[in-house]
């Protein structure tokens, strides 16, 4: 069992940054795939980035302008988005398992982004 809480959502006006943070506990271990996805109001839920022992990857029109990260000694995962756009806006939610294949196990609850013209 692992356990995933998100932090570091709210407002931001469009161009701006914001970081996420994801607290895992619980049966974690750093080789573990971890990700983000998010769901935007009536929009399918999208893969946002995951990392695991052979890198980071990210949704392709993300590439540039967001950066995920994990502090293994925190057993913390993060997520950079830069150059936000009001299309960024929606609820970002981590995960472990696979992120672009399959539905992962393990989710958090997940933190609100919202992005302001």
């Known amino acids: 069992q692992v356990d995933l809480v998100e932090s570091g959502g709210g407002s931001v006006q469009a161009g701006g940054s914001m970081r996420l943070s994801c607290a895992a506990s619980?049966?974690?271990?750093?080789?573990?795939?971890m990700g983000w996805f998010r769901q935007a109001p009536g929009k399918k839920r999208e893969g946002v980035a995951a990392i695991g022992r052979d890198g980071d990857t990210y949704r392709e029109s993300l590439k540039g302008r967001f950066l995920i990260s994990r502090d293994n000694a925190k057993n913390t995962l993060y997520l950079q988005l830069n150059s936000l756009k009001t299309e960024d806006s929606g609820m970002y939610y981590c995960?472990?398992?696979?992120?672009?294949?399959?539905?992962?196990?393990?989710w958090g609850q997940g933190t609100q982004v919202t992005v302001s013209s």
């Open positions: 995960a472990q398992g696979a992120i672009w294949t399959g539905t992962p196990p393990y």
């Open positions: 619980g049966n974690v271990d750093s080789r573990d795939i």
